[in-house]
């Protein structure tokens, strides 16, 4: 059973550019979390959703930023127009249920020039 | 206050000792509670539940205060590779929300 499963694992932008990222939750779970983490910080929630439904986005940018989790294929996190401020490691979870532990995938580490 | 609080450290334990560390958490109904620990660099990755009556796994053992609102940890008999941040999570009363500490890093030291 294949973990969570995150591409790509390091995405170079420009100032000004899109940068989309993706997130394959485990076999069998419905529930996906997005986190970022800047370094030497914590965790920040991001947003959490489940087939085609946003459940919580409370924790993520209003502009910019938006996430997607189709009936078919992985969730997207997209941030366009990125900033400096947008380089972080981006970390997706997923779990069976909405109130169980989470597992997560190795992350994304993003670096805007 | 925030909703889960953590020692942010650095704890730096001489390999072979023994370290504990808290979480506190304020809402009183929080049902589940979770360790996790991040190595640097890496995705954070479950160590163990922490269950009303505690539990040990290996070297490792997590108790539940409910009374006074804590978790601990408890590392015995620490090696090199147990350095790491570890993370407290509390899953609030009919939430779906983890709510994260903001981690304890630990550095065992030859």
């Known amino acids: 059973n294949a973990g969570v499963m995150q591409n790509p694992r390091h995405l170079v932008r420009r100032r000004g550019q899109e940068a989309r990222l993706r997130c394959s939750p485990m076999?069998?779970?419905?529930?996906v979390y997005w986190y970022r983490q800047l370094p030497e910080e914590g965790l920040k929630f991001m947003v959490y959703?489940?087939?085609?439904?946003?459940?919580?986005e409370s924790g993520m940018p209003k502009e910019r930023f938006s996430a997607e989790f189709p009936k078919e294929g992985p969730s997207i996190l997209r941030i366009q127009q990125v900033v400096r401020g947008d380089s972080a490691a981006y970390f997706c979870?997923?779990?069976?249920?909405?109130?169980?532990?989470?597992?997560f995938g190795p992350g994304t580490r993003l670096t805007v020039l | 206050r925030k909703e889960v609080e953590q020692d942010p450290g650095p704890f730096n334990v001489p390999e072979g000792a023994t370290v504990a560390f808290n979480c506190t958490y304020s809402?009183?109904?929080?049902?589940?509670f979770f360790w996790y620990r991040q190595d640097c660099r890496k995705e954070p990755k479950l160590l163990m539940s922490v269950y009303s009556s505690g539990n040990e796994d290996g070297r490792f053992t997590a108790q539940l205060n409910r009374a006074s609102q804590y978790i601990s940890l408890l590392i015995r008999d620490s090696k090199l590779s147990d350095s790491a941040t570890y993370l407290c999570?509390?899953?609030?009363?009919?939430?779906?929300?983890?709510?994260w500490g903001a981690g304890t890093k630990l550095i065992i030291k030859p």
């Open positions: 999570v509390v899953i609030p009363d009919s939430n779906y929300q983890l709510i």
């Open positions: 076999k069998g779970h419905s529930h």
């Open positions: 979870a997923s779990s069976p249920r909405g109130n169980n532990e989470q597992f």
């Open positions: 809402n009183s109904a929080s049902q589940s």
């Open positions: 959703l489940q087939k085609e439904n946003i459940i919580d």
